[in-house]
């Protein structure tokens, strides 16, 4: 009989939002003249419609395709060069990052690059994660068999062989580098689900660490339109030494509202090597180029050109309204939430706002107790690790009518925890 990868069997992950799902649908059924005030606020998909710079974009595209002199077949495996010196100019050179077209890598978004860049990274490396975490850094080692088995008891949730760097209020949810070694270490700013950023300083402290641990950072800044402080780096290339330890990924998913046409994007730049088994060293860029033309024919013509079209004068702009207008509901619900007499965290350079529970309750409590008192749904943060046990996220990508009413009803929620006691 065929035998099946092993590490999968390993995954007691993917429960959080199919139990999200689960409870959700069992209030609707138990309550079901509540049903249509149900709000959500717990998945951080878009809601808002895609820039028109990159609608017409996609629709010219489509009509070269559909014309025999413009038509066009396979696209190179790592992009056209057009959108490669787009993004190399508009992401990095213009924010005086020393990042070609060639470093940059399209792909159809930021979890299946987080997947796949697995594939060109040896066997028994050790990996370090901040906790809380975006889950698909874990799971992925977990498939990828990085780690040991699921853990038990105190550590439930949690995988043998990762390093969790424990993050809490007291460091604004940033982790410092371990003094323990890990050959991978991811960082995500500004975080999901958190909304933390980190600074200069605190990038520089895990270049240097990456250095002297001869270790890889995957920097996410999926995120990175976001960040409204320009004292916030928006990339780890702006830290000097990156180019030497760091692959970063980035999504058009956020800041183009591009979760339904799939684009994004990773750097790799020629300069970080990696060791083979017999010590010697070598560029991952070639691997990485190695693994593209060998695994994909690359993104679709017309999607190539939307995401160029995002970088152009028109479509900048558009992209700001949107994360403005998602900013707005970051701001309006952080209000509401302090108003009800909670602390947030995020919310200002990051579209999550990431808030303690009310009474001491724990984050499914809050959460049950928010979707049955309040008809809204929020994301429990011990979902996504055990330091985010008494924290709920919500999420600001949602309609303005939406968020004006969700934060009506937040307002209310010590009211309502103290009267469902
Ligand atoms: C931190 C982070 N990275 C990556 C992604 C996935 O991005 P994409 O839509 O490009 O696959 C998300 C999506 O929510 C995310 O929160």
Not at 117 to 142: F, K, Q, S
Not at 206 to 214: M, N, P, S
Not at 232 to 261: C, D, L, M, Q, W
Request: with cysteine; charged share 20%; glycine share 10%.
């Amino acid at each position: 009989m065929a035998r099946l990868n092993h590490h999968f069997l390993k995954l007691s992950a993917g429960y959080l939002f199919p139990e999200i799902a689960r409870r959700v649908a069992s209030f609707e059924k138990e309550c079901p003249d509540l049903a249509p005030r149900v709000i959500r606020c717990g998945i951080g998909d878009v809601t808002e419609p895609l820039p028109r710079a990159a609608v017409e974009a996609m629709r010219a595209a489509v009509d070269e395709m559909g014309a025999r002199d413009t038509f066009r077949g396979y696209p190179p495996a790592t992009g056209h060069d057009f959108v490669r010196h787009a993004i190399a100019e508009g992401d990095f050179r213009s924010r005086g990052c020393d990042i070609s077209p060639d470093e940059i890598f399209l792909s159809d978004g930021s979890k299946p690059d987080a997947s796949a860049i697995l594939e060109i990274l040896g066997d028994g490396i050790r990996v370090a994660v901040a906790d809380p975490v975006y889950p698909v850094y874990v799971d992925t080692n977990v498939m990828a068999g990085h780690t040991g088995a699921a853990l038990t008891g105190a550590d439930a949730g949690r995988y043998a062989g990762i390093l969790y760097l424990d993050t809490g209020a007291a460091d604004g949810f940033v982790a410092a580098p371990p003094s323990a070694h890990a050959d991978i270490a991811y960082l995500c700013f500004p975080n999901n689900p958190t909304g933390a950023v980190a600074t200069r300083s605190q990038l520089q402290a895990w270049v240097d660490w990456a250095h002297r641990q001869d270790a890889i950072l995957i920097f996410d800044a999926a995120y990175e339109a976001y960040i409204t402080d320009p004292a916030i780096p928006h990339s780890i290339y702006e830290i000097p030494g990156a180019r030497e330890v760091a692959i970063e990924f980035r999504s058009f998913s956020k800041v183009g509202g591009f979760t339904g046409v799939r684009a994004g994007y990773t750097v790799v730049p020629t300069s970080l090597l990696a060791s083979s088994i017999d010590g010697s060293r070598h560029p991952l860029h070639a691997l990485w180029s190695r693994r593209w033309a060998t695994c994909s024919n690359g993104v679709s013509y017309p999607v190539q050109r939307g995401a160029e079209a995002l970088y152009s004068y028109a479509g900048r702009a558009q992209c700001r309204a949107l994360v403005e207008f998602y900013l707005e509901n970051a701001r309006l619900l952080s209000s509401s939430l302090r108003e009800a007499g909670l602390r947030v965290f995020g919310g200002v350079n990051a579209p999550y706002v990431w808030a303690t529970c009310p009474d001491g309750l724990t984050s499914w409590q809050a959460f049950d107790l928010i979707l049955r008192e309040l008809q809204v749904v929020v994301t429990p943060g011990s979902g996504f690790g055990r330091c985010g046990e008494g924290y709920f996220r919500v999420s600001a990508f949602n309609s303005r009518e939406n968020v004006l009413e969700v934060g009506a009803r937040l307002k209310t929620l010590a009211r309502t925890s103290v009267a469902s006691r």
